[in-house]
């Protein structure tokens, strides 16, 4: 596997770092996995999902999100949604991807983020997929701190929360919860602008579910403390797709790419995906 690092400049100059892993064997692959990754954690954080990517002939790029890991911007804020579909749209011309040939997959917030990519531009991808997709808030907000949040919007939107998200609700594996405590590239706080401009974002993610048309893969956690697993299922029924896949992983935490089980899981999902890009060989004449 050979591995790149890239900084790219967003449209509005903030600074992206973008991790690709490449098979060995092509100078460049004939399908290409983009990574999304959810809220306070970075693509780094994926490593592993990529390794086992590669090895079955997929070029993967993993970007960080604005505000996330190794990107620039401020910590876990932004001004308005739109700006992390601009960022994917800055990935896709840079990579210079091709959209019959490219899946992406998106994690809790990044799979908001992959699903309203989706709806807003059906003709990007060949294939979509979501892991435990925050379609629905199970984590509990004090009528307080939604109130003073909602206020400060409109006076000080870089104001900052402390994430309420228990880190044992992650996932199962002791592991990977012992690295996740002592990773410094990860935020524990995020910003009234972010929250807000996330359920502006949930909201039309259910309304325009309709727009989706694309092939979908959904896999939804069944002991997830974290986004509200009983959301997915009626989600993907309002969808388009008439290729579309339901699972509901019970027993599982939030990260399914990090629980114990979490090959198992790849293997499923990457299975589902090469059905829909069968893997093409290079030739000499590339």
Known sequence: MRYHQVNLRAND?????????VPRETERPHRTLLVVHGTSEHGGRYRHVAQEAVNRGWEVIIPDLRGHGKSRGVPVHVDDFEQYLQDLDTLFQFF?????????????FGGLISARYAETRPTRMAALVLLSPLLGLRVKISPLSYLLGKCMTFVAPRT?????????HTTRNERVLRHRQQDKLIHRSITASWFFEMKSALEAVWKEAPEIIVPMLTLQAGDDQIVE??????????TSSRD?????????????LNEPDWRETLAHLLSWLETRLPRVMATAEG
Request: glycine content about 4%; proline content about 7%.
């Open 160 to 168: 900052r929360f402390h994430s309420t998200v228990p880190v044992e």
């Open 229 to 238: 697993p009983s959301a997915a299922a009626p989600w993907v029924a309002k």
């Open 13 to 21: 100059s903030t600074e992206l770092f973008v991790r690709q892993f």
């Open 244 to 256: 579309r896949s339901f699972r509901l992983l019970k027993g599982h935490y939030h990260e399914l």
């Open 96 to 108: 210079e991807l091709n959209p019959t040939r490219t899946a992406i997959i998106g994690h809790s």
